[in-house]
């Protein structure tokens, strides 16, 4: 156990490190996550209904196309708002309930006004009724520069950005798209680098035959 404790230690090292597997349930709450204005009737969270189906909670963000609840810009300043690289987290994936307009939803790490990353390619999400699980790679090559924000690595490296899911039809805007709609979303996971993910087998491998050794 105390070599995967210190396999685990190694990998988390910037100032609001997140470990690889990390994932939000919403099984206690909103974890953090926040729009722009504290509103419960724009972003909450149902006890019920989520991809499990009963029982399983999830965040419902909403938006009336105008305002400061405009948008489903939903943002998180704590362990999202890290270092990716320096963590080993190469990708986030999560579920997403559709709107009944069409959405094209996007990650992005904003600096400050109309200023960061975006992810290059949207998640288009069709209107319907059942959950579908979306992925987004944090590389670099995959995220657009949105007016001067500095190299992305320096970004990552300072984690001083808010962490965003958002509907943006384009990758000139971090703040979202008006639009009236509702969008539900669960299970925002952090996915490790393989090597990281090699190493965490490896940790549990060892761990597991010293406790077999133990007995």
């Known amino acids: 156990m105390k070599l995967f404790a210190l396999l685990l ?7 609001h490190a997140i470990a690889p597997g990390f994932i939000n ?8 996550w926040q729009k ?31 305002g400061s609840f ?7 300043s704590a362990e999202w708002s890290t270092d990716f690289i320096a963590d080993g987290v190469t990708s986030v994936k999560m579920d997403l309930l559709p709107a009944a307009v069409p ?11 109309n200023i960061g990353y975006i ?20 590389a670099a090559a995959d995220m657009t520069a949105v ?3 500095g190299s992305y690595n320096d970004v990552l490296s300072a984690a001083n950005f808010q962490f965003r899911i958002l509907n943006a039809a384009s990758t000139s805007n971090v703040r979202g798209d008006a639009v009236s709609a509702t969008l539900g979303i669960d299970n925002i ?15 549990a491998g060892v761990c597991a035959a010293a406790a077999r050794r133990r007995r």
Request: proline share 7%.
């Open 189 to 203: 996971e952090a996915i490790p680098e393989p090597a990281t993910w090699g190493l965490l087998v490896l940790g």
């Open 103 to 113: 959405l094209e939803i996007r990650l992005a790490l904003r600096l400050g006004g």
């Open 147 to 149: 007016g001067a924000p």
């Open 25 to 32: 349930t919403f099984s206690t709450g909103l974890d953090d």
């Open 36 to 66: 722009g204005q504290v509103n419960p009737t724009y972003l909450s969270v149902p006890t019920t209904g989520g991809p499990a189906g009963t029982g399983d909670a999830y965040m419902e963000s909403v938006a009336d196309g105008v």
């Open 119 to 138: 992810s290059s390619s949207a998640f288009t999400l069709a209107p319907g009724g059942t959950w579908q699980s979306a992925s987004f790679s944090l």
């Open 70 to 76: 405009g948008r489903l810009t939903v943002f998180n």
């Open 9 to 15: 230690a190694a990998m988390v090292t910037s100032a």
